[in-house]
C-alpha cells in the first residue's frame, strides 16, 4: 500500500470515528441523568486509524470507554448477529468485541475498556488514559520501552483479557 492509500485510509478511519463520536454525542441529553454519567466529560474520537480495512479507536463518553472496530468499506462487512462476541487478533493479543449495530453507520464492534468513567476527573484525563489503551493494544512493545527504558522488552501473552489490559498486563516482565 502507497503512503498516498494509507493516508487516505486514515483519513477515511477519522472520519468513521467522527461518526460514531456524533451518535453518542447526541445521546448525551439521554444519558445526563442517568447514575453511570460523569458530567465531567464530553464524547470524543481518539486515534481511529485504518487496520485490515477497518477503522479502529477508542470511544470516550461520559458513561463508557471502548475499543471501537468498524468496516471502512461495506464490502468487509462480516457475518456476525448483534450481541455476538467475536474474537480479534490484535498485536496486544486476543481480544473480545462485542457485535452491535449503529443506526447510520452499520456493524460496529465494541471492546469495553471502561465503564462507568467516574475514575476520569476530566477530560484530559480519560483522553489520555484512551490513547494509552490504544497505544498498548496496537504496539505494546513500543508502549513498553517506553515507559521502562532500561529493561527489554518481553514477549507479550497470547491473549490479554480486558481486565488484564486496564490492570497493566501489557507491561509487565518476564524474567
Request: glycine residues 8%.
Amino acid at each position: 500500500m502507497t503512503a498516498e492509500v494509507a493516508a487516505s485510509r486514515d483519513a477515511e478511519a477519522r472520519a468513521a470515528g467522527e461518526a460514531v463520536a456524533a451518535i453518542y454525542r447526541a445521546a448525551v441529553p439521554a444519558m445526563r441523568d442517568l447514575p453511570v454519567f460523569n458530567p465531567a466529560l464530553d464524547v470524543a474520537a481518539i486515534g481511529f486509524r485504518a487496520l485490515d480495512d477497518h477503522a479502529f479507536g477508542v470511544i470516550v463518553t461520559p458513561w463508557f470507554m471502548n475499543l471501537v472496530r468498524l468496516p471502512l468499506d461495506s464490502a468487509t462487512v462480516a457475518g456476525c448477529s448483534q450481541g455476538e462476541v467475536v474474537t480479534r487478533v490484535l498485536p496486544v493479543g486476543a481480544l473480545e468485541f462485542t457485535v452491535g449495530q449503529l443506526e447510520g453507520i452499520g456493524g460496529i464492534e465494541s471492546c469495553s475498556l471502561f465503564s462507568p468513567m467516574f475514575g476520569f476527573a476530566d477530560q484530559a484525563a480519560a483522553e489520555t488514559a484512551a490513547a494509552a489503551a490504544l497505544a498498548a493494544v496496537l504496539d505494546p512493545e513500543q508502549v513498553a520501552d517506553e515507559t521502562s527504558p532500561s529493561q527489554a522488552p518481553s514477549k507479550m501473552a497470547t491473549t490479554l483479557d480486558r481486565r488484564g489490559l486496564l490492570r497493566g498486563a501489557w507491561m509487565e516482565r518476564r524474567p
